[in-house]
């Protein structure tokens, strides 16, 4: 249905001499037409999620050929993405996180080894189930995936630590299939500092950072700058010479000294590169008070199960744990997700906005609306209740990413 509804798009746009459709108000409708419309406008527009940890979860969960542990071609029964649920949501383009530890920048080699082994099982993924995923290296690739009703698997590396100390293997992991890397994780690297570092190692990008930077733009590969330090961040802009983005970070308007977030002046100087910024749906990057609200529920869980003597599987304890999250619960909901995209938006324009909800890497602490992949259509029913167009829509779920990384490729292959 969804490759019939594109066909109809596409030959409509090519043969129409009129307007696709008069504008529609979409804020007139009932919640319930505007959730109609919302799934309407998900199952048809092709979408695209900036960072999905997929990759890793099927590490720890064992995904195998023989498909013994973790079969992501079906429902699953825990975990944020799987194809039936993808389906449903209207996700196209899971970018695939290729995640990479802090810790294993402690050995040289486990952080390119670890890259490669996440690279084949997402490469087996789609070798094992042709019928529902397809590798991605372009957004020419993720229109003709959709067009055939496949889920797209572009990746992105997280955590340049991979590159090692070697310039050429940034044109190897290009050839592998990155198509983004993350400068830094959890500590300063090789590359650069990271936000939740405190150590200032090189106080913003280090001179190898630098060509690492330059060599990115060079062969093709989007800089993404989630994760680093706000001097790093400042430092790559100044470098690059193609728009960069963030696949996974929020607003720091709604989350102070969480440096991990964007501020203000960084969202604003990414918007006069021609980046975007994609929005980390985790509950700790979109509310302030999520950490502070679980904190307090899961202590009072632990000292109920301690004193009545119970274990989290007890089914007295399981009972009153659903009771008390019900009555206390600390997430917040879809309308908070939807508050970050407006704040940019009203900020630096429809642009620079997408989606980059962090799903299979940020645990239990979705919002209320958005706890897999299958929900997709209620943050897309929240901003048309607030007035957004369905061509704002396709910018935010696909034609700003999509600019960046058409950017990019443009200017690598003119450098070679």
């Not at 037409?33 to 969960?61: C, F, N, W």
């Not at 280090?206 to 994760?227: C, P, Q, T, W, Y």
Request: aromatic share 8%.
């Amino acid at each position: 249905m969804k490759r019939l509804l594109y066909l109809i798009v596409l030959s409509g746009s090519i043969f129409s001499c009129t307007p696709k459709e008069e504008a529609i108000d979409y804020t007139k409708m009932t919640d319930e037409e505007r959730l109609k419309a919302a799934t309407e406008i998900a199952q048809s527009t092709i979408m695209v999620d900036g960072h999905v940890d997929l990759p890793y979860r099927m590490k720890v969960g064992g995904f195998t050929l023989q498909r013994e542990v973790l079969d992501v071609s079906v429902r699953t029964p825990d975990g944020n993405f799987d194809y039936p649920r993808s389906k449903e949501g209207g996700l196209d383009a899971p970018f695939m996180s290729i995640y990479i530890p802090a810790g294993n920048q402690k050995t040289p080699g486990a952080s390119k080894a670890l890259a490669d082994s996440l690279i084949l099982m997402t490469e087996r993924l789609a070798e094992t189930f042709p019928d529902k995923f397809a590798m991605a290296y372009s957004p020419a690739d993720i229109e003709t995936n959709f067009s055939k009703g496949l889920i797209s698997l572009p990746m992105g590396m997280e955590n340049g630590a991979g590159i090692e100390d070697d310039l050429a293997n940034v044109a190897y992991f290009h050839n592998r299939g990155i198509r983004y890397i993350t400068l830094t994780h959890g500590t300063d690297n090789l590359i650069g500092d990271a936000s939740y570092d405190t150590t200032g190692t090189h106080q913003g990008l280090s001179e190898f950072g630098e060509k690492v930077v330059a060599e990115m733009n060079r062969v093709g590969i989007m800089v993404d700058l989630s994760h680093v330090s706000d001097n790093t961040f400042k430092d790559a802009l100044a470098i690059s010479k193609v728009p960069v983005i963030a696949s996974h970070s929020s607003v720091r308007k709604f989350t102070p000294g969480f440096e991990r977030n964007m501020s203000d002046e960084l969202i604003q100087a990414m918007a006069k590169n021609g980046g975007v910024m994609m929005i980390n749906f985790g509950g700790s990057f979109i509310d302030s008070a999520y950490a502070a609200g679980s904190t307090k529920v899961r202590e009072h869980l632990v000292n109920y199960m301690a004193e009545n003597n119970l274990s989290s599987g007890d089914s007295a304890y399981r009972a009153y744990a659903a009771e008390y999250n019900a009555a206390n619960n600390p997430f917040p909901t879809v309308q908070r997700v939807a508050d970050h995209i407006d704040h940019v938006k009203k900020l630096v324009g429809i642009d620079y906005v997408g989606l980059g909800s962090d799903f299979d890497g940020v645990g239990d602490s979705l919002p209320t609306g958005l706890k897999d992949v299958s929900m997709y259509p209620n943050l897309i029913a929240e901003l048309l209740k607030r007035g957004y167009s369905r061509e704002d829509i396709e910018k935010i779920c696909y034609k700003n990413i999509f600019r960046v990384w058409k950017a990019v490729e443009d200017f690598a292959a003119g450098s070679k």
